[in-house]
């Protein structure tokens, strides 16, 4: 069925990115587009659903609006993610991480008595909620809920550790931009919600211990948090984030991949997060282009510097192997206004030059969609529109194939209507037929 014959706006554009691009899947794109203006929930949907695991508030928000603002306690209630299948364009089940935005046009709401995604009146998918995990009945003998010290997403692909809540890159001068680590952190102990700024090795190590005995989804596991310039509780970055690992992998030795987020590192601290168990290494650049880093980045580009930034990154290769090292980039916040760029076309050849620097050296960035967080420094704006999104799948494609990798290893099943990774669809555009004969996902 087609609809672009009806004035509706979001539609049309949506079919016009069809035609203009037949070789991605539709799937992707609609799954783009929905993260970059988010989710409105109608209050009966959220009524009727039941057995659904809601939104865990793992690191960032990303919300489109604070949580003081939302209507119907979306906050408390809104599903982690959403699964969409079917629909006027027959989807195949394409999972989507939940941004809560009232005024969003895509709306979940209930059609014929079943959960449906909506736009403009137009049917575009049945809808599922994630599930919740088995190891959520169970509880801590600190007394701390499983689901805040180690929250499952992804469709309960990948335990999410935030170990440090917080950034020591502190204000205007030194936070990233489009990050609102510290403010979340702020807004939901404002809201009285249980969130804890530093995560205990035993908290979590016995939190790894019950997802161990009563979980068979996860395969992976992040640590994360915020960067430590200085030192926190008398340790360097490296040393930190290296003891999660350590702990969780003496117990359980290879019964996940893990993976670890943090800052570029000097060799020394690289090796640390290596020898302690960490299989895959991420070490995000954020934002390629030398004249934005330094605007979107300041704290990075004071204690580091982006030459530096980048040659760690590289340095790192040699430590984890290349395909082991995903440095994450923000797709779309190259536009953020006021100092980004304004023409699609210049946005993308920047960043794929820097797709380009990395994937001829065998490392595989991949993106998240920039989400215009209200309490961010970049704060509301409307952000780069679906073409941009849609070009920037087809150029990570491009230079994913042209160099001939295979999937990056951590993140679930490449390919439309498998993939699980949410906060972007670059797994979901991996054409299967077109990954490296017997290599087809990077060893871990
Ligand atoms: S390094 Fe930047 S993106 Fe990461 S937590 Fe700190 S301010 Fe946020």
Known sequence: MTTSETTHVMIAELERMFDAFPDLPREAIIKQDILRVGLAFDENALAVASGYKPKD???FSFDLVPLKEMQHHEAYRSPEEIRMTGGVYQLQPTIVSVRVNPDSPYRVQLHEGRLALLCEGVHLADLEFPPIPAYYAHSLSSGKKISEIAPAIEWGYLIYLTAYRLCQYWGKSEECRFCDLNENYRQQKAQGREYTAVKTIDDIVEAMALINQHDTVSKAYTVTGGSITSSL?????????????????????????????????????AQMLRDAGYRIYHPNYEVWS??????????????????????????????????????????????????????????IASTTEGLDYFMSRGIIPRFTTWCPEPTSDLGRQDGPPLEYFVKLLLAWRTTFEHYNLPAPPGYGRPGVGNAEFSVSAFMDVIRLDRLPKGREVAEV
Not at 300 to 320: L, S
Request: aromatic share 14%; with cysteine.
């Open 57 to 59: 508030y793992f690191i």
């Open 233 to 269: 509780q008398g340790m360097k970055e490296g040393e930190w984030y290296a003891r999660y690992a350590e702990a969780i992998e003496s117990r359980f030795p290879g019964r996940w991949i893990p993976k670890a987020v943090v800052q570029a590192l000097p060799k020394d601290e």
């Open 290 to 347: 030398p004249e934005l880093f330094p605007w979107i980045c300041p704290g990075k580009e004071r204690y580091v510097g982006r030459d530096e930034w980048i040659k760690r990154i590289v340095d790192a290769a040699e430590i984890f192997g290349p395909e082991r090292v995903i440095p994450n980039f923000v797709g779309g916040v190259e536009m953020a206004q006021p100092h980004g760029f304004t023409d699609i076309e210049r946005a």
